[in-house]
C-alpha cells in the first residue's frame, strides 16, 4: 500500500534562517507531487506541483522553492524565512489526473519567530 | 475568480444528532467536487468524490450532494459520533494537466456528548 512521509512534523525557526521539509512516498511510481500551505481559518494554497523529476511549477510567487530529486522525494526550501511563512504545510501525491484522489501527508506545523 | 466558499464557519451539535454543511462554488471549468475530513493537526482525508452527473454519493454516514446547475453541494452527517469532530473541506477540481484542486476554508464541526 502506499504511504506519505513528512518531516519534521513542527518546526520553529527565527525568521532569516533557511527551511527545508522534506516529502517522501512510498509504493507507487511517478506520482504527481504537491506541496501546499494551510494558514488558520484559510482554504488550502497550493504553492508547487511536480509531475516529474526536475519538473516543477510554481502557483504562487513567494519566498519558497521546491526541489525533486529522486522520483518519490519532494523538497520544499527557503533560503530566509519570513514571518508570513508560518503556517501548516502539507505534501500530496496523486497518480494521473483528472478524478483520481489526492492523498495528503501528515503535515509539518512551521512557525517562524 | 475561482471561489470556493463554505458555511456555517464552525458548528456545535450534541452526539447523536445529524447536521448539514453547505459548499458554494464559482470554478469554472467544474472537474469534479470532493469532500475532505481534516483532524486537527493531520492532513485531509478524502470522504467523497462527485462528478457533474452524479447528484449523491454516500460513504457510511457521510451523504454529499452535488447540484451543478446551482453550483451547490452539502454534506450530511446522520447520527454524529464525537470521532466526527474535526474540519470539513470542500473541494473542487478545475480538471486541467495537473488536478487543480480550489480549497474551500472549512467547516469546523465539534460534536459535544
Known amino acids: 500500500s502506499q504511504t506519505i512521509h513528512q518531516w519534521p512534523a513542527t518546526l520553529v525557526q527565527p525568521v532569516g534562517s533557511p527551511l527545508s521539509l522534506e516529502c517522501t512516498v512510498e509504493g507507487t511510481s511517478n506520482p504527481n507531487l504537491y506541496w501546499y500551505r494551510q494558514a488558520a481559518g484559510r482554504g488550502l494554497q497550493l504553492l508547487f506541483y511536480?509531475?516529474?523529476?526536475?519538473?516543477i511549477s510554481s502557483e504562487v510567487p513567494q519566498n519558497l522553492s521546491a526541489s525533486r530529486p529522486q522520483d518519490r522525494q519532494f523538497i520544499l526550501s527557503s533560503k530566509k524565512l519570513l514571518l508570513s511563512d508560518s503556517g501548516f504545510y502539507l505534501c500530496?501525491?496523486?497518480?494521473?489526473?483528472?478524478?483520481?484522489?489526492?492523498?495528503f501527508g501528515p503535515g509539518t506545523r512551521l512557525t517562524v519567530t | 475568480k475561482n471561489q470556493v466558499e463554505q458555511s456555517p464557519q464552525s458548528l456545535i451539535i450534541l452526539e447523536g444528532k445529524n447536521c448539514t454543511l453547505q459548499?458554494?462554488?464559482?470554478?469554472?471549468?467544474?472537474?469534479?467536487l470532493r469532500w475532505y475530513k481534516q483532524d486537527t493537526g493531520r492532513g485531509p482525508v478524502s470522504l467523497t468524490i462527485?462528478?457533474?452527473?452524479?447528484n449523491t454519493k454516500s460513504n457510511g454516514r457521510y451523504t454529499a450532494t452535488l447540484d451543478a446547475d446551482t453550483k451547490q453541494s452539502s454534506l450530511h452527517i446522520t447520527a454524529s459520533q464525537l470521532s466526527d469532530s474535526a474540519s470539513y473541506i470542500c473541494v473542487v477540481s478545475s480538471g486541467g494537466g495537473y488536478n487543480k484542486l480550489i480549497f474551500g476554508a472549512g467547516t469546523r464541526l465539534a460534536v459535544h456528548p
Open positions: 459548499c458554494n462554488y464559482t470554478v469554472s471549468p467544474f472537474s469534479n
Open positions: 500530496a501525491w496523486s497518480v494521473g489526473t483528472g478524478r483520481y484522489e489526492q492523498y
Open positions: 511536480s509531475i516529474g523529476i526536475d519538473q
Open positions: 462527485m462528478t457533474f452527473s452524479e
